[in-house]
């Protein structure tokens, strides 16, 4: 595993709208005076043939690469700095390109000192985002990565190992004042991208009911429970060897209707399930032989307003109490419904009467801490990429409170919680066919501003990789099997998969702060 560390120097109380990975740099008191904000981008290159000399990338190399130029797509970036290597060349080039930048090659020939060459980018980049791509090694090596992070942070970092090739910082410079009485402010972040390590896939003796369409899944010991979106019912799951489960009992919620089963949570026995709340449409398939069969006239209807379609059955929110090792029923089953407050909301009404796919109401994350509920939502994405996470209480609905995520501008397509936060699975909002990423959110509140006494402190969503998703799945159920000092044992779920596809994966725990 990683050994990268970090040192976290004081945090502000303004936010780097950063387009790539979030709203998520975390500084504090902001003053009027506020001249600007400068953002540096430091990486490793990518994965390299094995030996010496001047090496290309091998074949996951350029597949990072193409990864970095995918997440850097949305930030304006002003230059792209790499060293004369061809494989920190072939690690920025994709990003350089899309950007429609020249790359700018380092060290000058004079070979400043690092910390020469850091000021002379903060003084030319002023107000600016900058891609530097650079080596492996500790703050001593000269150029390093963690040497550049450390002198543009001010913070110390620890030796990048030769087999990292996943860390992404993020180091953000507020300036303040001018001349004599001017103030830089600098707060660091530690991303990971590219893909989590994969552990193995699950063994499943049987047939789900139905198994093509598993949309959450929550751990239990020697359970598995999992719903399914086309599904009245939650399904189990018994561990019968270290990778081996077998098809247990279905346990009926409903009346044979289409719950849209969307999320899990539990706490001990007490379990709540979660239906999407939205509306749908049928949609327009693309230009085929299907489509050339069905008239001009009745796709164009399918756009209509009233076409939008609301089922009942999608808008539960369930709890009740179940062990699945007993094999009983679930008892004290209740369930409320959220749409008549999503309804009236100030921010989310609008977004009611739409279909999900189109950005209108749809809750696919659930988690649970203590006796409140988080529910995550896949749609709306607001602008500046806020995903909302609804704060309340099952028997106080009324009382929902309202936070905003940035992951990237995905929305939320699971929540999940752990011991320091929780996991979030971002995926897009709409049908689009994006990457879906695994972030770490700390619970809070993400919008940006100056906070004053009394206000909740600023949020911070951290990026830890990419769910790898087998051809045409979704990455919908996210399960925490274990959680070590530094890493996450997670179990995976994905709908378009015969039994779920389940799969384990291990995360970057993010560092503590």
Known sequence: MRTTGLGWGTTLGLVALAPLLAPSATV????????????????????????????????????????????????????????????????????????????????????????????????EHRDRSVLIVSHSGGPDDAYSVASIVHHLSGMPVMAIPESDYDNLFEVTLFEHGDGDAREIRRTLQHHHYGPLSLGKTLQVDGELEEGKDISAVVSTGNHLIVGADEADAIQTLRRVGPSRYEVGQLVKLGNGEELDIESLARVDNTFYVLGSH??????????????????????????????????????????????????????????????????????????????????????????????????????????????????????QPKDAELLFVGVG????????????????????????????LLYHWDGNDMIPGHRDAGDPPLGKATLLGRIP??????????????????????????????NGGLRTFRAPRPEAQ
């Not at 397509?413 to 996991?423: A, M, N, S, Y």
């Open 278 to 395: 939205s509306r749908k449409r049928k949609k327009v398939e693309p230009h085929n032989l299907k489509t050339l069969q069905r008239s001009y006239a009745k796709n164009r209807q399918r756009l209509r307003a009233d076409a939008i379609e609301s089922e009942v059955s999608r808008r539960r929110l369930y709890r009740f109490d179940f062990d699945p090792a007993s094999g009983e029923p679930p008892t004290d089953k209740t369930s409320i419904d959220l749409s008549r407050e999503l309804a009236k909301h100030e921010i989310l009404k609008v977004f009611h009467a739409l279909p999900s796919k189109e950005n209108g109401i749809d809750i696919e994350g659930l988690a649970v801490a203590g006796d409140t509920l988080y529910l995550g939502f896949r749609a709306p994405v607001l602008r500046s990429g806020f995903a909302p996470v609804l704060r309340l209480k099952f028997d």
């Open 28 to 123: 504090g008191q902001s003053g009027p005076d506020l001249e600007s904000i400068t953002t540096f981008y430091v990486v490793r290159h990518a994965e390299k043939v094995e030996g010496p000399g001047d090496v290309a990338l091998r074949k996951e190399g350029y597949t990072r690469a193409v990864e970095l130029r995918d997440l850097m797509s949305t930030v304006p970036l002003a230059a792209v700095y790499s060293t004369n290597f061809t494989r920190t060349r072939e690690t920025a080039g994709p990003t350089a390109e899309d950007s429609g930048i020249e790359l700018s090659l380092y060290p000058p020939a004079d070979r400043p000192t690092v910390a020469a060459w850091t000021q002379k980018l903060i003084d």
């Open 469 to 498: 998703t087998p051809a045409g799945a979704k990455a919908e159920g996210l399960a925490v099997l274990a959680t070590a000092d530094d890493h996450y044992d997670l179990l995976v779920a994905y709908d378009s998969v015969v």
């Open 409 to 436: 501008g995905r929305g939320i397509r699971e929540l999940t919680r752990v011991d320091d936060g929780f996991l979030i699975i971002a995926g897009a909002a709409t049908d689009a066919p994006l990457s879906y």
